[in-house]
């Protein structure tokens, strides 16, 4: 009898702790999904935050790029000016010969066409920009040239790369059409040439970023290479870690974390880094061809 009673009382006691443990587990989890949802969030708000600050770069870039055509074209202006006062002195003075006279409208032609081709390249910069801009903004995908799209992405960073004397190649097929997600596109390639130009030539006189595509095997290899310091063997798997910077002071460590996601998240791809101390850093993403 004493046993029985022992033992149902056991049997209580356990049914009781279970039932705690029961709910605390069940609390437990809901805290758990509470903090994976904040998590999610600040996730999703990094990324934003990202984005924001990749489309500053972008104005910037373009603003600065902007100001060289659009300075070169009011100088154009004065000297324009200048040539159209002498002109019109000489005329009115009745003085001016005609091998003179012609000179001085060679030298008129000669301003206007400055002029004109710096109009022209300060608004193809702002087209660009404004497709870049408007892509990374609304993303949905569209067929776009692979080759002139990069074109214009490099275009847009130009003013970066000319300032740090480093030369960008550009080599693919010029007239490969692709249905792909432009915005991404545009975000994954910025990563990297900014990557390269920050990270990549401290001490490197000729440095160089190699940009290439090709299809293989139904997928489009997209390789970003550039010849500079490279990475440590035990430091390139780390690259692609949330925060893992080695400029603590300049860099958030997100860029190419946020690359992993873009290339395997949104584009259904593989990246992969390859580096060499002292020559050469290369990222292949590989997208499947839809
Ligand atoms: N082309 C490169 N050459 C050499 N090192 C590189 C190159 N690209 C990336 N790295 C290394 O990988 C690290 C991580 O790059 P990531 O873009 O994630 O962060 P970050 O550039 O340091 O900061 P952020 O991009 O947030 O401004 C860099 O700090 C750098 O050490
Ligand atoms: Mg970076």
Same mark, same amino acid.
């Given at each position: ?19 705690? #443990? ?34 500053? $770069? ?20 004065? $000297? ?94 010029? *007239? ?40 293989? $095997? ?26 893992? *910077? *080695?400029? #603590? ?42």
């Amino acid at each position: 009898m004493g046993l029985f009673a022992d033992f149902g009382k056991a049997r209580d006691e356990l049914e009781e702790k279970v039932e705690e #443990r029961t709910k605390e587990l069940s609390q437990t989890y809901k805290k758990l999904a509470v903090a994976f949802e904040s998590l999610k969030s600040t996730q999703d708000q990094l990324v934003e935050s990202e984005k924001m600050a990749a489309l500053g $770069n972008l104005v910037a870039g373009v603003a600065h790029e902007i100001n060289t055509p659009l300075g070169i074209a009011v100088t154009g202006a004065s $000297n324009l000016e200048h040539s159209a006062q002498l002109i019109k002195k000489a005329v009115e003075s009745g003085k001016i010969r005609r091998t003179a006279f012609v000179n001085q409208c060679n030298s008129l032609i000669g301003s206007s066409d400055i002029i004109l081709r710096n109009l022209e390249r300060a608004s193809e910069l702002l087209r660009n920009f404004q497709r870049i801009a408007v892509d990374q903004s609304n993303d949905e995908k569209r067929t776009i040239n692979f080759f002139k799209y990069l074109n214009d992405i490099i275009s847009t960073l130009s003013s970066r790369v000319s300032e740090k004397n480093i030369k960008i190649f550009l080599s693919g097929d010029e *007239t490969l059409p692709l249905l792909t997600s432009p915005g991404t596109i545009a975000q994954i390639v910025t990563i990297l040439i900014d990557n390269a130009l920050t990270h990549a030539f401290k001490e490197i006189i000729n440095g160089q970023i190699k940009i290439s595509f090709k299809v293989q $095997n139904e997928m489009l290899m997209l390789t970003v290479q550039d010849n500079g310091c490279g990475i440590e063997v035990g430091k390139i798997e780390k690259v692609f870690e949330p925060f893992y *910077t *080695t400029q #603590r002071q300049k860099g958030s460590g997100l860029g190419l974390s946020i690359l992993y996601n873009l290339v395997t998240q949104s584009l259904n791809g593989k990246v992969t880094c390859f580096s060499t101390v002292d020559e050469s850093t290369q990222f292949v993403i590989a997208l499947p061809l839809d």
